[in-house]
């Protein structure tokens, strides 16, 4: 039997967003913060850089957000609030709480045992393995959506979830598959 140890999977990173609800003057925001990185010919967006918890949020002159690096929602939440504290000092004041939305976790783990990728990718459906290219085999899950990255020495990444449950779900349902992918063999 294949176990999964659940302490075992580590959430890496959170990508989320929210909007403001309010326009931002991003040159105003690059000129007077020092956190910033504002190139508009390259990308219509700025890039501002939080210290504590360390992550990276893409804001856009429409007030929208995007966060990165967080390992928690509640990291996601200091973020955003250091954001809103930022944007105050160039005058834009937000006084409603903006709705946060995960859209990615990507978590690492893995399954305390060696996988035969070869036999997995020939076994279980919606899979990708080219090792000449890449040493780990892409598995994706429809339900709950999630794609993993599985390496034979049992370590795994998987991304696409958008909450605990998810997560928790799509690694019941990978260990479920790869315990009958093995029996099959």
Known sequence: M???????????????????????????????????????????????RIKEPKSAVLVFSSGNLVCTGTKSVAQ????????????????????????????????????????????LALQLENTEYEPEQFPGLVYKLNDPPATFLLFSNGKLVCTGTKNKGQLEESMKQLEKNVREAIKKK
């Open 2 to 48: 294949v176990a999964l140890k659940k302490s075992n999977l580590k959430v890496q990173n959170i990508v989320a967003t929210t909007s403001l609800g309010k326009p931002i003057s991003l040159t105003k925001l690059a000129r007077t913060q020092s956190n910033t990185e504002y190139n508009p010919e390259q990308f219509p967006g700025l890039v501002l």
């Open 76 to 119: 996601v939440k200091e973020v955003i609030d250091a954001v809103i504290k930022q944007i105050a000092k160039i005058g834009v004041k937000i006084t409603d709480k903006p709705k946060i939305t995960v859209q990615n976790i990507v978590a690492s783990g893995s399954i305390d045992l060696s996988l035969n990728l070869n036999t």
